[in-house]
């Protein structure tokens, strides 16, 4: 699979070590609808992957969540607790 660049040419310039940019093509539209072509080429190998999660897994989630943000939160206040006890004495 080849990135949209790479059929537009700048990749290739890129490789070829060329800084500056290539002289234009002789016709500028058929080397644009190139371009378009190819990045419409590019775009129609996407895909998107989901995964849903069942409706009744909703509350034991949200259960999880809670605990791991309530012992993040304990410890959070003890490592504060502890800070301060030590600075005190």
Partial sequence: ???PALG????????NGRTRPAAPPP???KGLQACAAHIQAYLAQLREVLTYQPADRYWPFQAIE???FLALALALA???FWC???RIS
Avoid at 8 to 15: K, L, T, W
């Fill in 84 to 86: 301060i006890r030590r």
């Fill in 78 to 80: 003890g490592s504060c």
């Fill in 8 to 15: 537009c040419g700048v990749a290739q310039r890129i490789a």
């Fill in 27 to 29: 016709n500028p539209a």
């Fill in 66 to 68: 809670t605990a791991i």
């Fill in 1 to 3: 699979m080849t990135t």
